[in-house]
């Protein structure tokens, strides 16, 4: 099994910055990619970024390219999203994810976080 624990989200103004940290522990030896998801009320969840563990490639969805540096400090089994010129539309609940097989969808993802909470106002 794999645990993953999310931290760093909070309440910011538009314009703003976040870090979103996600430490994992466990087998963490299955892990090969690992990714942000979030959800925003009423809607489904949604792919943000993700990151292979070696870091050689990375993958961000159109709305967080230019914006979103995701990240991963294998010594500490963490990885990172920074968000920089966050918008209200960021709001949601941000989900770290990880995986043997890389991929967009969620179902590709073996083990999830709990969920950290992103509201950004206006």
């Known amino acids: 099994q794999v645990q993953l624990v999310e931290s760093g989200g909070g309440l910011v103004q538009a314009g703003g910055s976040l870090r979103l940290s996600c430490v994992a522990s466990?087998?963490?030896?299955?892990?090969?990619?690992v990714g942000w998801f979030r959800q925003a009320p009423g809607k489904e969840r949604e792919f943000v970024a993700a990151?292979?563990?070696?870091?050689?490639?990375?993958d961000y969805a159109d709305s967080a390219k230019g914006r979103f540096t995701i990240s991963r400090d294998n010594a500490k089994s963490t990885f990172y999203l920074q968000m920089n010129s966050l918008k209200p539309e960021d709001t949601a609940v941000y989900y770290c994810a990880a995986g043997s097989n890389p991929g967009r969808a969620s179902i590709v993802y073996n083990y999830w976080g709990q969920g950290t909470q992103v509201t950004v106002s206006s």
């Open positions: 466990g087998r963490i030896l299955r892990i090969y990619f």
């Open positions: 990151i292979s563990w070696s870091g050689a490639s990375s």
